[in-house]
């Protein structure tokens, strides 16, 4: 009779962790759903700097411009021809998101007006130049 009682202490004694993991569970979920996410250019470009130029927090589709001319989005390089599929799928994923230019100081004017033209034509107005604060 003894060891039938050993038997129920031990099982009334054990933790139920169902309750605990679920608390992790909507936990880790919540974490996923409240991130933001930075996308970056994938590359560093030396950007000009300009007194007026101001921070700007709002998460934003980043466009580098490179001194050679290569554009590049979500860290690959694209044509130029490109930059509006590119975009136009990067704004799908975030409406409210404005698109920035990483233009490089020696990077070509002809290449930047090509690729706002590009953007506006994948339906964002909500365009900045990237550039560092002046002295």
Sequence with gaps: MRKQHASLDSEESAIDMTPMLDI?????IFFIVTTSFVKESGVTVSRPSAQ???EDKKGNIMVAIK??????ID???????SVRANIEKLKAESPESGVVIQADTDARTGILVQVMDQIRLAGV?????AADPGV
């Design 24 to 28: 992790v569970f909507i936990m880790l």
């Design 52 to 54: 007026t130029a101001a």
């Design 75 to 81: 860290k690959r390089a694209v044509d130029v021809r």
């Design 125 to 129: 107005t909500n365009i900045s130049i």
């Design 67 to 72: 001194p050679n001319g290569e554009i590049w």
